[in-house]
């Protein structure tokens, strides 16, 4: 397996535009996350998926951020509008019965 | 809920010395632990786990790892620092079937000549 595959690997974007982030899981893994890091917050989770169905999105910081998960090999992030603070690195990562998590490499967006 | 407190932001060390990288938790029930390394630019690989039995738990790279129920902790070793070893480490606490990884803040360790 390749692992987790995350694109595009750099964003940058103006302010207001719409932003989407995507994730492809190991095959297999029924529980997806997605993280945002950052010098100030560290790690956070925003939401985690258990076989496509969203259970917790309580750290999604705001209305703005949404993410959908279709099947289970694919998966988006999306910010709408985006603003500069959401600058970060977004991290997807996958894992069986909630167990070990694989990370993607990462997508590192910059909002100016 | 469980937490993770690394309380070294910053570590330097000569290569080929010791390092150990502390790590102490916060759960309820009985913990699984982890400990992830991130170079530059990368993401989180996953260098060692604990999920039940020898408390002492051997990863890549040379690195090992000892759970001390006792003291909360799961502190991270390796007995000789390669300069290839720069990087963040991460300390997490999960639980299966039931919570997801929750991160500490990172130790970043700087190896010096």
């Known amino acids: 397996d390749a692992g987790v595959i995350q694109s595009p690997r750099h964003e940058v974007t103006e302010m207001g535009q719409e932003v989407t982030l995507r994730c492809k899981p190991i095959?297999?893994?029924?529980?997806l996350f997605w993280y945002r890091q950052t010098m100030m917050r560290g790690l956070e989770l925003l939401i985690y998926?258990?076989?496509?169905?969203?259970?917790?999105d309580s750290g999604m910081p705001e209305d703005r951020f949404s993410a959908k998960m279709p099947n289970a090999s694919f998966s988006t992030l999306k910010i709408q509008p985006s603003e500069p603070r959401d600058s970060a690195v977004y991290f997807c990562a996958s894992s069986y019965l909630m167990t070990e998590a694989f990370f993607g490499q990462g997508t590192r967006l910059t909002v100016v | 809920a469980q937490s993770v407190t690394q309380p070294d932001i910053h570590i330097t060390v000569s290569e080929g010395a010791s390092l150990e990288l502390r790590c102490n938790y916060s759960y309820g029930a009985t913990p699984y632990l982890f400990w992830y390394v991130q170079s530059p630019g990368q993401g989180l690989q996953l260098l060692l786990k604990?999920?039940?039995?020898?408390?002492l738990v051997q990863g890549i790279k040379g690195f090992e790892a000892e759970f001390k129920r006792s003291q909360s902790s799961f502190n991270l070793r390796k007995p000789s620092v390669h300069w290839s070893d720069a990087a963040e480490y991460f300390c997490?606490?999960?639980?299966?079937?039931?919570?997801?990884?929750?991160f500490g803040k990172g130790t970043r360790l700087s190896v010096i000549a």
């Open positions: 998926f258990n076989n496509n169905v969203p259970i917790d």
């Open positions: 095959s297999g893994h029924d529980y």
């Open positions: 604990y999920f039940s039995g020898d408390t």
């Open positions: 997490a606490v999960g639980a299966r079937g039931n919570t997801p990884l929750v």
